[in-house]
């Protein structure tokens, strides 16, 4: 294994010691592993916290700022934060109306941010989870119940996010989180295996010609493993699952994501992007805004996944609202 | 060799075409491979002009927007765009005020951006060159004769492109960008090699628990190998380096860019990023404005530069100018 690090030990505390110097507006909790605005909760706007095992970035630290989440709980690689984080973090985004928890579906996750706004809750602090379940690959997985949370997080953060600075209630956010991903679906594929600081070694074994198709953003299986081919065949399988599962209603536009789960250059995401917009283009389903690049990551995992959100008016125009994050950043 | 892509033949002209349909503000000409704005040329506006081989992305092409550049030539990877391609380029930036080209210092571009000059000239372009010539490790390399340009490319042509919408003109936006070269020094680490699509392998050999430092941004051998170690002495050796090379002066700070070659997670970089601002600090050296992420690629290779620019008042206000563009975006 070749990683910039100091020991596999001190791995998370030092890359959030490097995130904190680097993002003065943030304030970075190193003890508790809370990440939250520097300024501290906003007054009257519900908070916005997610959190996730590590390995992701910029999912999610890289997304607490202006626009989108109050606070961020990073936990080890790939690993659930501890509830007390969870709490710690809940705690610093509330300004007393009440705090959303974003939760991808993974069994640890689910049990640890329960725990937390029960915890939060008694404290006082109103709480409302969205539990984001979009990847269409598989129905459980090896860490989950149900589908898992990938990448249509990032549209709820952005989306809720928005939502909370138009000044909505805590139900109203809650439900336009949910609602966005109710209207999202992805699909991720492999090249090869992301490599853990601890484990030391890729997570899992993938010949030098094959591929995971349906793959998890820990390196969970997929639907198969089959030889690589061209990048057209490869987008239409993944395009086609996700339109099996929720084809965009008469009128309806999407939001299109295509993300970079890591070690797979710009340029191919690109082409991937290409590939898509192409094949919406040819069963009328209109793309009305995009995002290409590294959001919802696996350590250095080269692959892709694609995510498909249908968008009325108004999603578009919480998409477009000004965001200000490490990680996303249009508007201001 | 396991890559997103149709052919090794269409590759380039694949992704321009995703490029393209991923953003509609910009125009590509896919026959002539030039990038645009759509809206064409500013009038009155000096125009910046950039370009070189592929396999840098987001650089140059993703740079094209408000606050950045006009227009960028990008070549097959890791080969100069042609003379015809940079004179059409020039000519899609240019109102009338004049075009600075920014040239990274490789034997190829400067060779093919010198000519396609001459001839934009002939056509009564006036134009200006600004060679980017930073990184330290090496004094002539591969394709080189003198130093290679790297990470400082971002900063030359944040700036100048800043000073050109300040209405600069065609000298001062030049003078300006060679300030930022001259007092820019960068240097690189790989821990693997990245893969072009046309060859289809690793472009060099680096065992198992080796690393390449000083490695140029196609590859190109460095100072040394080494066995890998801890990170804070990598990038203790990355800084010492560069502080060698060019000490800030006294008062001076620095805008600091931590760029990940593209196949290092985004952690890692801020892993990197927390040693450098700790070296920094232990010599009293400030850092005024920092970057980290990936923007000045070699593919999929695994490893990071870090770019010190001694700056002024005037280049950090520069720097901290509204910029719009693929791969930079901030105040607007």
Known sequence: MKKFLNSADTYLTDALAGFAAAHPDLAVDLENRVVTRARG????????????????????TGFVGEGMLDAACPGEVFTSPVPDQVVAAVRAADSGAGVVLVVKNYTGDVMNFDLAAELAG???????????????AVQDSTFTAGRRGTGATLLVEKIAGAAAVRGDSLEAVAEIGRRVNAASRSFAVALTAGTTPEAGRPGFDLPADEIEVGVGIHGEPGRRREKLRPAREIVADMVEAILEDRAPGAGEEVIALVNGLGGTPLSELYLVYGEVARLLGERGVRISRSLVGDYVTSLDMAGCSVTLCGADAELVELWDAPVSTPGLRWGM
């Not at 908070?47 to 390995?55: A, D, E, F, P, Y």
């Not at 709480?127 to 269409?136: M, N, P, R, S, Y």
């Open 41 to 60: 909760a906003v007054p009257g706007k519900v908070g916005l916290v997610s959190g996730g095992g590590s390995g992701h970035e910029p999912l999610h």
């Open 122 to 136: 008694d404290e006082g602090v109103r709480v409302e989870t969205v539990l984001v379940d979009d990847d269409v």
